[in-house]
């Protein structure tokens, strides 16, 4: 079952799209973040990693070059599998 987006009318492809992740402060969130996204859209990423403000949770955004919009929600599902996060913007 596929997700209902309109990213196919809102986007030319293939385009780069930062995802923002939300999640558990975790040291590892953020190289399991880039593993997930290596498996979809291969290529070098450089997580941006914020702290919010009391350090309980972590906001990773990385940048990747998606081909469709099949290809979107298949990465917005699987990072959303990762246990640590909360959300996926």
Excluded: W
């Amino acid at each position: 079952m596929g997700l209902n987006t309109k990213f196919d009318e809102l986007l030319d492809f293939p385009c780069q799209f930062p995802f923002k992740v939300l999640g558990v402060a975790d040291e590892t969130l953020a190289d399991q973040v880039v593993a997930v996204l290596q498996q979809h859209a291969p290529g070098d990423y450089l997580p941006s990693i914020k702290p919010s403000s009391k350090g309980n949770y972590l906001s990773v955004t990385v940048t990747v070059t998606a081909q469709s919009k099949e290809h979107l929600e298949t990465m917005y599902s699987a990072l959303g599998a990762i246990e640590l996060v909360r959300v996926v913007l």
